[in-house]
């Protein structure tokens, strides 16, 4: 080990005794940023940074920028989380437009301060006192940003907003009463066929009603992407994407041979998870709308409602651990969590954080499935990791790259398991059943959206429909065994348009799947020693964003997903393991 990576492992020196005000989340107080006055703060704190005539003295500047940016951070957060919250209060749908327009200009001042560190003359001082990694997320995001393209950036956040909307206001009528998406999700694994395939049809039926303007959102977002890499001197939106990502130490290659491992490894394992699933519900076909019943008399569910999870989920992590103990503590006591699904709530489940309050929040929308469980340990698992990271004295370091942030969710479903009778009693191993399985059939589908993506990205003039003829392809590829039992909307290949993450956070996706390899391995490795496994979690949430993805790897004592090897032994266990289930019993 060379002294560079020794430096780089010792986490401990990049951070500052807590010190953070604490107040829950109503007591928050929100102000809009002045971004005029904030460009004037940072341009004088610039100049004060060149002409700082020592590092200790530019130090002390990237000091009082970092305080000025958790300060704006935290502002646009709240927003944020207040207007998911209720995507109909008017006051806070005005602070996300205001947000939209803002974060370009935002990011822009954060690459102008970028510019002079990275140019600093103390330089090789500065590299060592905050490491190597800040270095090099700073030249990345140098790439993905120019003054030029700014108003581009701020149309790509109002189409997103868009799309969001669309997808939050859904009213969808359902067994005589209006549901949204989220509301309908739980019929999928209801235990009557009928029901199931309604719910599926409902759902889809919403996006081919707005087919349109899904599409016609979608394509500005490619042309309006395209456009923005080509300002930037990228060939095409994908390698543009990599840099948004700051991916710093794989690239397109690895991943299609990543995909390549997984349609070799994985695809097949899956389909012989289906053959079980079709004996199991004593169905001739499995189709689509029988995927998420994962057993014939019901999927294991929660027994009981938002109350009774958190309160087991204090239970669980004060046994877990004592980080996790104080952690979960202060998030009940703070109310730094939104679960349970209201009307305009907007959809899905995140995690993000204050840094002014040091503070992490949960996002969800209970809908009475063991989907509610996941959230508590995933999302859950990713505010562990920032509230450990929050001492970092640098925000970069405060959360890493996204495919290492979902090591830390991912595999916190895992270690929980000794846990898991507490929501599940008599169902505990059909829910680790259906957890593990889910764990798995998920990779193919994710390597899709990745496929995918790529595909549309190297083709940005194709016409919606070739796009859709493409998606359909690519899911025969990756997942053989769907079949849609004649819904023409499927059929024709219009599945991706539900998934957020192709709309909102291009090329996030893979992210999972990487991410998944990784959390299998420290699954595995609980089940041989919980305590060793703990540790190095625990270890790696603490080294929060100061490496980058493949060093973390490493440093948690995991193997790269990207070793092909690695993937066909951890495949191999996965595999093991389920068939030594009596599935048929559970
Ligand atoms: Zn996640």
Known sequence: MNDLLLAETDVSRLKSDSNFPELSFNQFRYERPNIAKATVEFDTLIAEFDAAVSVDEQNDVIARINKLRDKIETQISIAEVRHSIDTEDKFYKEEQEFVDEATPQFGELINRYYKHVLNSP?????EERWGKQMFDLAETAMKTMSPEIIPLLKQENKLISQYNDLLAAAEIPFEGKMENLQGLMAYESNTDREIRKKAVNAKFGFFATNTEEIDDIFDQLVKLRAKIASELGFNNFVELAYARMARTDYNAADVERFRGSVLKYIVPAVSDLYARQQKRLGVEQLYYH????????????????AEFILNNGSKMYRELSGETDYFFQYMMKNELLDVENKKSKAGGGYCTNFAEYGAPFIFSNFNGTSADIDVLTHEAGHAFQTFESRDFD??????PTYEACEIHSMSMEFLTWPWMKLFFAEQTDKYKFAHASHALTFIPYG???????HWVYENPEVTPAERDAKWRAIEKKYMPERTYDGNDYLENGGFWKKQRHIFNSPFYYIDYTLAQICAFQFWQRSLADAEDAWTDYLKLCKAGGSMSFLKLVGYANLRSPFDEDCMQD???KVIEWLNGVDDNNL
């Open 122 to 126: 103390f330089r090789a001082e500065l």
């Open 290 to 305: 029988d995927e998420q019943l994962i057993f014939s008399d019901g999927n294991a569910t929660p027994h009981g409602d």
């Open 394 to 399: 640098i925000p970069e370091y405060k959360w």
């Open 447 to 453: 390597v899709a959206v990745d496929e995918f993506q």
């Open 570 to 572: 951890v495949i191999v």
